[in-house]
T-cell receptor, first 113, second 115 residues
């Protein structure tokens, strides 16, 4: 049972444009959400997070939006750069839990120079 | 600061054989995690340790998988005997504690191929 879903396996964007990666979740107990970035042959690295008390969190070129009623979050990258090309994983957790992360299946972003 | 270390990076075995993976977390990190990432899927938590105690092993197939963290530092994950469906990348991660706000730092993973 996939509790966190990323329905787009891949996305291609021109350099300088906006990249929008989407994520849906089903478990209403999730109240903390994270995005991880993964390059080939490396482990995932933390990118940005948001708790359910917010609907937006921004860090430089990266912004995460949370729509709790729709159980949906998205990651915006503006402007996109070739170095952003990687697999992006959405993950969710319950703050009352023991830091157990539930990951989506990932979206491969390719930024075309 | 050194990251999470894992070895080996790659392993190829035949089904029914045994295999072990090693992980050394970031110094001072009390919490250690083992994840399984099957091709095309996201990482799935297998087991979580807090120091040398198990916090959560509900997703660990205990008939064939075992893990230990005897001294509360490094950890080993073993599969005995391996099945074809165990082919995956095994990721180790560590964090300062079990709070959700504690960032998990991942190692590069061990890619296991079972033939």
């Amino acid at each position: 049972d996939q509790q966190v879903k990323q329905n787009s396996p891949s996305l291609s964007v021109q350099e300088g444009r906006i990249s929008i990666l989407n994520c849906d979740y089903t478990n209403s107990m999730f109240d903390y959400f994270l995005w991880y970035k993964k390059y080939p042959a490396e482990g995932p690295t933390f990118l940005i997070s948001i708790s359910s008390i917010k609907d937006k969190n921004e860090d430089g070129r990266f912004t995460v939006f949370l729509n709790k009623s729709a159980k949906h979050l998205s990651l915006h990258i503006v402007p996109s750069q070739p170095g952003d090309s990687a697999v992006y994983f959405c993950a969710a957790s319950a703050l009352t839990g023991a830091n157990n992360l539930f990951f989506g299946t990932g979206t491969r972003l390719t930024v075309i120079p | 600061e050194a990251g999470v270390a894992q070895s080996p990076r790659y392993k190829i075995i035949e089904k029914r054989q045994s295999v072990a993976f090693w992980c050394n977390p970031i110094s001072g990190h009390a919490t250690l995690y083992w994840y399984q990432q099957i091709l095309g899927q996201g990482p799935k938590l297998l087991i979580q340790f807090q120091n040398n105690g198990v916090v959560d092993d509900s997703q660990l197939p205990k008939d064939r998988f075992s893990a230990e963290r005897l001294k509360g530092v490094d950890s080993t994950l073993k599969i005995q005997p391996a099945k074809l469906e165990d082919s995956a990348v095994y990721l180790c991660a560590s964090s300062l504690g079990t709070s959700t706000y504690n960032e998990q730092f991942f190692g590069p993973g061990t890619r296991l191929t079972v033939l």
